[in-house]
């Protein structure tokens, strides 16, 4: 999935009632650095903290508006100062779960890097102690950064019952009834192992698509390139002068893996899964075709050329440009880390719960589309659930 950019945070004083104006730049070290990052959640949240005092306070005014201009439209007014009010509530939580969202993304690369360092530290155990130690920080980092989101369901609940509590019925019924303002949005993981011309890939995709038409709102989906299957099919190959590394299904599969890592880069998640779809609906073979990856890119309705894909696999659709293999060896490194060695291997929320090598295996929950359905509802409603 694409990166996030940096959060434009905005001003302060127009979330609380400090009378201050401060503007909050947020960078990766601000993730780093827990006691500023709750300092800035905290002062986002007066908003929350302070909605009782704000409501009497506009409901005073109402009043005074009400007496001084002799109408009998004060409940007009005051539900338009409520729905005023809520719109400044939801804009407020969106932008903290913005900070939330990047801060683990900035923990979460700082992890994969650190663990892609393991894997070339293995001849030094001591620098290896040392890495795994800052990945054992780094991992307690986000545990703390991830579990900002349980105490935002927490100051969001209290803030709508105490909105509620002060608001004519028929104001924020719409609005309190969106499940998606009550809870911060955080999407499940979701990671397919797979070598883009394997056979049980392609099948994996195919269920998958089925599974997306339920959740795609719920997951943030990537594919990871196997680094072996059954030991000896896909391994890393210096002397291989294009890729660096030899791929089971011949040349075609480490371009077709290449077209896809670069399209997921550089394209809307919608947009990639689609090019996905698009070359397995040419067929095995087609995958990894310069013509077939232009095609589909048009079918996708992505501008090859000025996109960024067509840089980062080869404008002429070879998928061989650096930018793209450096890509691939990434991720079959991460898929090295994450102990994934069959293609189709899935993972929901870091957790393996199926394999396809030839027919399905060690599927505890099952494999049908509905399986994997329920299990990403599960997970979903776990990381997402409001505690009162």
């Known amino acids: ?15 609380g009632p400090s009378p201050h104006l401060q503007t909050v730049h947020v960078s990766p070290s601000t993730c780093y650095d827990l006691s500023l990052f709750k300092e800035i959640l905290r002062e986002y949240r007066r908003l929350d903290d302070t909605i009782t005092m704000r409501l009497n306070r506009a409901n005073a005014t109402m009043r005074d508006q009400q007496r001084e201009h002799d109408t009998s439209s004060g409940e007009n007014i005051q539900s338009q100062a409520c729905a005023y009010l809520w719109r400044e509530l939801v804009e407020n939580w969106k932008r903290r779960t913005q900070l939330v969202q990047y801060c683990t993304d900035v923990v979460d690369r700082s992890l994969t890097e650190k663990r892609e360092a393991l894997e070339d530290q293995s001849g030094d155990p001591g620098q290896q102690r040392k890495t795994q130690a800052a990945i054992y920080a780094d991992q307690v980092k986000r545990n703390q950064v991830h579990n900002e989101l349980t105490v935002e369901n927490i100051v969001r609940k209290r803030a709508v019952e105490a909105l509620a509590s002060a608001t004519p019925r028929n104001v924020l019924n719409d609005q309190t009834s969106n499940p998606h303002y009550l809870a911060a949005d955080v ?10 011309r394997c056979p049980d890939a392609l099948l994996c ?23 072996k299957y059954d030991g000896i099919y896909m391994e890393f190959n210096k002397s291989d002068p294009e890729f660096g590394m030899t791929c089971p299904h011949q040349r075609e599969e480490c371009a077709g893996n290449v077209q896809q890592l670069c399209v997921a880069k550089y394209a809307e998640p919608k947009q990639w899964w689609s090019f996905i779809q698009c070359q397995n609906f040419e067929g095995r073979a087609a995958i990894g075709r310069p013509d077939v990856a232009l095609k589909c890119a048009r079918v996708a309705g992505i501008d090859w050329e000025t ?26 490194k991460l898929g090295k880390t994450l102990g994934i060695e069959k293609s189709c291997t899935i993972l929901i929320n870091t957790r393996k719960v199926c394999v396809h090598d030839q027919v399905w295996k060690e599927c505890e929950g099952g494999h049908t589309v509905n399986d994997f359905v329920r299990q990403i509802n599960e997970e979903y409603d776990k990381l997402n659930s409001n505690i009162a």
Request: net charge neutral; aromatic share 4%; glycine share 10%.
């Open 205 to 227: 995709e195919t269920v998958f698509n089925s599974v997306l038409e339920q959740v795609w709102d719920k997951v943030d989906l990537s594919t990871v390139y196997v680094a």
């Open 187 to 196: 999407k499940v993981p979701v990671q397919l192992g797979v070598m883009s």
């Open 307 to 332: 996109s960024g894909a067509g840089q980062c696999a080869g404008l002429d659709g070879r998928g061989n440009a650096a930018e793209g293999v450096r890509l691939l060896h990434k991720s079959v």
């Open 1 to 15: 999935m694409p990166t996030r950019h940096i959060p434009p945070l905005g001003s302060l004083a127009l979330q």
